[in-house]
């Protein structure tokens, strides 16, 4: 089974809740993890993860190149960049490799042959360990400034299958990143069941209604965690998107400083402070997606 | 001129900062606040305002007439994303899911009208007027569309039409390509992080980018009682930036975030470090 844990908003606890509820889950199930926020991976910092076994270039990503040698300087290529990529600079046409976003039109529209070229450039790394808990995570990183595809997690999701058969696992938890674009719309493909996290606040549910109009899309059962539940307390909007689109909502976690401490200390809060707060109301959702999710 | 808000991680305060910091720096200069996490915009919310203003960001998809098509095969054969398919005998066919409208099929097809224009709509860029002074520009990716930097590139170029004194971005978390186009031509960029490992991982991967970007970067420091403030100082010392100012986990900020009364309008001691902040940035930029 496939689960994606998703909440369009960034910072409202979603790769904290995933670390423990893998934490929680490790011992009954056979689970892979994958972090798929390559923009900003942090789940193998909470699962303290100190040294990778195996590493894979991640290639693919194209850029613009032109050789200044041959280029008649005609501007014909910066003028038709559609994102405005290609600038004039102490008397050259130079792409700026950080926003180029490598569709080659540019290659396309130069009058001379061979001047611009598109090249293909690392656009990061992805990584597999086996963690000090025993089950693999695959992460990713992307290089700064490469273009985030979606191409990446579907490549980490590949070789988590790949694992999965040869190690006999039965899940497969995914961390997705913030937002709904294409690397989101690569982690909630395919999913069994989506898990969105949000915090009681209108800029929180404003992005979770965005992501799960992307679960909609693919049709896939999704269920609701809130998160620092008790920092507004009258805040009930949450609870009515909920109602309204028939989404239960499997638990509410309190606000926790045990759970900042505990990423201090590289451990999901339910190692750190099994008996905090935040541990107690994971414990009992952990219980929930046995029954409701894994049954 | 221009200057930027980003910082690597999500939910650092990005937006509270930039929203804080917009309304701070109107006692300096005639500015504008972009809004382009537009995979998450959220600036207009904190600011309790409805957009207002809405435009189309269309892109160009091809349309092929099939009774000009020649079945050359030119267009799938260039096309990078892989977004146009062929039949056997040459057929094309559009995966407008795959397609970034870069309209390299339609500069290589040889036959005069065989590929026509049509439009898909990505999202919206949007207009409003608040209450604090300075209009905000807000970009808004379609919910099930993939490609952010159309509309990164539509909102910023709306902003820079208004012309103002100053441009203030409020970018998008991570450090991807659609983050850099955000920060493009920025005099200054301030990174905000929280000092805990996931804070600190994410900020030195901004600063690296700034760095690449050649931008003079300034780190505000959010809930900086929470965790470890040391490593913090030693990333900065490591990159050669300064930590500028210091905001202490406050239950303050987090009802004005909840309500959506900027904090810096309030009476408490956390809008003094908004204000400051704003002093040094105006003093910078000049």
Not at chain 1, 172 to 191: F, K, R, Y
Request: hydrophobic share 40%.
């Amino acid at each position: 089974m496939q689960i994606a844990i998703a909440s369009g908003k960034g910072g409202v606890g979603k790769s904290s809740v995933t670390a423990s509820l893998v934490y929680l889950l490790k011992d009954t199930y056979k689970l892979i993890a994958i972090d798929a926020d390559a923009d900003a991976p942090n789940l193998d910092l909470l699962f303290n993860v100190e040294k990778w076994e195996e590493e894979k270039e991640l290639t693919g990503a194209k850029i613009a190149k032109i050789n200044t040698e041959t280029c008649i300087q005609c501007g014909i290529c910066a003028e038709r960049c559609p994102y405005d990529c290609i600038n004039f600079i102490d008397g050259d046409y130079v792409v700026n490799e950080l926003t180029c976003e490598g569709c080659g039109v540019c290659r396309l529209v130069c009058p001379v042959k061979g001047v611009i070229t598109l090249e293909e450039v690392r656009s990061g790394i992805i990584r597999k360990t086996t963690t000090k808990y025993n089950f693999p995570l695959i992460s990713a990183q992307l290089d700064v400034g490469r273009p985030n595809s979606g191409k990446l997690v579907t490549e980490e999701k590949e070789w988590a299958k790949k694992i999965m058969k040869e190690q006999n696992l039965e899940h497969m938890i995914v961390d997705s990143a913030a937002g709904i674009g294409c690397q989101v719309i690569a982690s909630l493909g395919g999913a069994d069941a989506v898990i969105l996290i949000a915090e009681p606040t209108p800029a929180s549910l404003s992005d979770v209604k965005r992501v799960y109009k992307v679960v909609q899309h693919f049709r896939e059962p999704a269920y609701l965690i809130i998160n620092k539940a008790d920092l507004n307390p009258g805040f009930r909007r949450l609870h009515e998107f909920a109602e309204e689109e028939d989404i239960p909502i499997i638990g509410e976690i309190p606000y926790d400083r045990a759970v900042p401490k505990s990423m201090t200390m590289l451990q999901p809060v339910n190692e750190a402070f099994p008996q905090s707060k935040a541990s107690k109301a994971l414990k009992e959702i952990a219980k929930i997606v046995e029954e409701e999710i894994l049954r | 001129m221009q200057i930027a808000v980003s910082g690597g991680k999500g939910g650092t305060g990005k937006s509270t900062i930039a929203i804080n910091l917009a309304i701070a720096l109107k006692e300096y200069f005639d500015l504008v606040l972009a809004d382009l996490d537009v995979e998450a915009p959220n600036d207009h919310i904190l600011l309790n305002v409805e957009l207002q203003n809405e435009e189309p960001v269309h892109m160009f998809m091809p349309h092929f007439d099939y009774s000009k098509c020649i079945k050359c095969k030119k267009c799938a054969e260039i096309c990078e994303e892989n977004a146009i398919i062929t039949m056997k005998d040459g057929t094309p066919f559009l995966i407008p899911t795959l397609c970034s409208g870069c309209r390299g099929c339609e500069i290589v097809c040889p036959v005069p009208e065989a590929i026509l224009e049509r439009q898909k709509t990505m999202g919206h860029t949007y207009l409003t007027n608040t209450v604090y002074g300075f209009p905000l520009i807000t970009g808004k990716l379609l919910e099930g569309e993939e490609r952010a930097m159309p509309i990164v590139v539509a909102a910023k170029e709306r902003a820079q039409k208004l012309k103002k004194e100053l441009l203030l971005v409020d970018t998008a978390a991570g450090t991807s390509n659609t983050v850099s186009k955000a920060l493009e031509n920025s005099k200054l960029l301030i990174a905000v992080t929280e000092p805990t490992p996931l804070g600190l991982h994410d900020l030195e991967l901004i600063l690296k980018l700034a760095d690449l970007m050649g931008i003079e970067t300034w780190i505000v420091l959010n809930r900086s009682s929470l965790g470890n403030r040391e490593g913090v100082q030693k990333v900065a010392k490591e990159y050669g930036v300064k930590i500028v100012a210091e905001i202490p986990y406050s239950e303050n900020i987090i009802h004005s975030y909840i309500e959506g009364k900027p904090i810096v309008l309030s009476e408490n001691k956390e809008a003094e470090v908004f204000k400051e902040l704003a002093k040094k940035v105006a003093e910078y930029v000049g």
